[in-house]
């Protein structure tokens, strides 16, 4: 089994930048792709990015040009780069890992809001 532990989150003013972190722990042999969803109130979890073990990206097209996501496999960390931030990036955002048999292991979860 993997465990996540998030960190990063918190309030910053719209056009700002936060950084956020997953670090995976356990079964980490096994872990193929490492992401970033998010969930605002009222509405359904969302991608925002993830990346495979290689380094191959995808992104949400609302995420293009304001967030970047990296891996650092020798930490077992994931990172999502958040600049220009908006008040409708405002949610809850969580870390996802899927193995190579395809299992999913999700974060607690780290809040996000962004002012007006």
């Known amino acids: 089994q993997v465990q996540l532990v998030e960190s990063g989150g918190g309030l910053v003013q719209a056009g700002g930048s936060l950084r956020l972190s997953c670090a995976a722990s356990?079964?980490?042999?096994?872990?193929?792709?490492m992401g970033w969803y998010r969930q605002a109130p009222g509405k359904r979890r969302e991608l925002v990015a993830e990346i495979t073990k290689g380094g191959s990206t995808n992104y949400a097209d609302s995420m293009k040009g304001r967030f970047t996501i990296s891996r650092d496999n020798a930490k077992n960390t994931v990172y999502l780069q958040m600049n220009s931030l908006r008040p409708e990036d405002t949610a809850v955002y969580y870390c996802?890992?899927?193995?190579?048999?395809?299992?999913?292991?999700w974060g607690q979860g780290t809040l996000v809001t962004v002012s007006s």
């Open positions: 356990g079964s980490i042999f096994s872990i193929n792709v």
């Open positions: 996802r890992v899927t193995t190579s048999n395809f299992l999913n292991t």
